[in-house]
Structure formats: structure tokens, C-alpha cells
């Protein structure tokens, strides 16, 4: 294989041939929408396989068979639930897991009413901030490069780290866009927020808490998916969604129920910025839809009312 390329379907099915031979007469088929670090298939009706398609997210796999049981334990939403881990091969150089399949839909596949979304930033601040609380769980043992996996690190992109990580990369993104967005305004928020810092012990992330790690099911959150990005840090990383996806009422009510200081929203809003501007210079036709819904993210985080 590839540096980075996707595995097909009859490539899971030997795996699981070879593997776990007491799977191997269950279906496999594709999942509705499939995300970019993994390839997800359905087993059965009641697991999935999921196979990363390059080395860097194959690091998270031990990661998450050791950690998601434990978070499990102490959260009211369910999150994945490891079955089996399955070894590199011949024909896939990387581990893979199963899991237990969750029902529910990811919200990007989903149109929800105005209260429904209400109701889900209330569920979403909730899990947040139970997942804040977890004091009890270390995190895996360190993998090499890294000192430990719940510290932030290469092995997630630093989500939990202070977000100046990003500090050269942001000002060269605003710089690029400056002909299409405030660049001026853009610079003073992230200056604003590199001068904060996360002055509390530091507590649990999701690390990618995005509409596609998202699921709802008969109308409630269900599920929250992927943590390969968890990590033990600042908390402004899983603040975004407030601007990557919630409006109106429905981002004051997460807002309201988070309770972060002034200083963690500004950072959370620095956040914001540096992805939307990211996304938006990957974008070689600036005339399509995911221009303006970029362009949308970068006005309101840097016009936006304090908080």
C-alpha cells in the first residue's frame, strides 16, 4: 500500500478471513459516508470494521482499544465499543479494529429542526463537560515520539495544546485570503488569543468534535465517534462546533451551558479561525458553497459578540 490510500472492501473481507475466521460468513458493506483518516465498513448487523488508511492514523488504534473502555465507564452517551483489534499483514500494513456498531446517524447527514438543534447543544455540552470531569483516567502508555498518548502531540494534530501550535501556519492562511476576508480583524483575534493561556490543570478533549463524531438517533444524541484525538489539554480545541455548526439560541444555549471563561472562548474562537482559513486555502475554486460556508465561520468568529 500507499503512503496514505483507502482499503478496499474485499480487502477487509480477507482481513477478516484471515483474522477472525468467526466473522467471516457476516456481510460486509460500505457505511453511508466515510470520513478521511479511516475507512469504515459494516460487519454484520452489529459491528464495523475500521481501517486506517495511513501510518499516522494507525497510531491511534492501540490508543483507543485501551482508552475508550475506560471513558465508556463514565459517560452517559455511548461511544465506541472495541471488540477486536486485528494485526498488520501482508496486504495491510497497519492495525484495524471492530467495533460494536452504534445505531444513530451522524448530523451531517441530518436536517434538524430549531429545536431539535437546541436540544442537542444542551446533550452536547453535557457529554462535554462530563468527559471534562474524568480525573480518574490516565491514558494509554506512551508510544514512541510521544511522552504519553493523553498529551497533545503530532499523534492529534495538538488539538489540547495552546492553539499558537498553529501560529505560523494561521498567519500565512490570513495573509493568503486577505483579498476576500477581514484580514485585518483576523489577526487581531488570533494575537488576542495567543496572549491567553489555559491556567487550570488540564482536563479531557474529544480532540475532533465535529458534526461527521456526531450521531442523534429517534431525534436525541446517541453517540459521539473517533477519538483518536483525545488527549488531556485545554479545552478550547472542542469548542468549535459553537461556530462550525450551532447558531442563534442554539449556540448561546451551548455557550450558557459550557460556563468556560472568557479566555477559553477567545482561544476556541482562534480555533475557529486557523481551520476555517485552512479549508478555505485548500479550495482552488473560491466561487463554490464550502467557500462561503468558510467565509460564514471566519465572519462570525472574528465579528462576533464577546462572551
Not at 76 to 94: E, H
Amino acid at each position: 500500500m500507499t503512503t496514505e490510500s483507502t482499503p478496499p472492501l474485499d480487502l477487509a473481507g480477507k482481513l477478516i478471513a484471515e483474522q477472525f475466521p468467526e466473522y467471516a460468513s457476516l456481510p460486509i458493506v460500505d457505511v453511508e459516508k466515510q470520513g478521511h483518516d479511516n475507512r469504515t465498513y459494516r460487519l454484520g448487523e452489529h459491528m464495523l470494521i475500521r481501517m486506517p488508511t495511513a501510518k499516522t492514523y494507525a497510531l491511534k488504534v492501540p490508543k483507543e482499544q485501551e482508552l475508550l473502555p475506560q471513558l465508556a465507564k463514565r459517560l452517559s452517551v455511548s461511544i465506541p465499543a472495541p471488540i477486536k483489534m486485528g494485526k498488520p499483514s501482508a496486504n495491510y500494513p497497519y492495525p484495524f479494529s471492530i467495533y460494536q456498531w452504534l445505531p444513530g446517524k451522524s448530523i451531517n447527514l441530518l436536517t434538524l429542526t430549531t429545536q431539535d438543534k437546541e436540544q442537542l447543544a444542551f446533550d452536547l455540552a453535557k457529554f462535554l463537560k462530563e468527559l471534562q470531569t474524568i480525573n480518574d483516567v490516565a491514558g494509554p502508555p506512551a508510544f514512541a515520539g510521544a511522552s504519553a498518548w493523553c498529551e497533545p502531540g503530532q499523534h492529534n494534530w495538538w488539538r489540547g495544546d495552546h492553539v499558537s501550535v498553529y501560529d505560523k501556519g494561521a498567519r500565512e492562511q490570513i495573509a493568503e485570503l486577505a483579498e476576500i476576508i477581514d484580514a485585518s480583524k483576523a489577526l487581531a483575534l488570533w494575537d488576542k488569543a495567543c496572549a491567553t493561556i489555559w491556567n487550570k490543570a488540564p482536563i479531557w478533549i474529544h480532540g475532533d468534535f465535529a458534526i461527521g463524531n456526531i450521531l442523534m438517533d429517534g431525534g436525541k444524541l446517541s453517540a459521539v465517534i473517533d477519538f483518536g484525538g483525545a488527549a488531556v489539554g485545554d479545552p478550547a480545541c472542542d469548542l468549535v462546533i459553537a461556530w462550525t455548526y450551532l447558531s442563534g439560541k442554539s449556540r448561546e444555549i451551548f455557550i450558557s451551558k459550557m460556563d468556560m471563561a472568557p479566555d477559553t472562548w477567545l482561544r476556541a474562537r482562534a480555533w475557529a479561525l486557523w481551520k476555517a482559513t485552512f479549508e478555505l486555502c485548500q479550495i482552488a475554486d473560491k466561487s463554490n458553497s464550502d467557500t462561503e460556508t468558510h467565509k460564514r465561520i471566519i465572519d462570525e468568529v472574528v465579528n462576533g459578540q464577546k462572551i
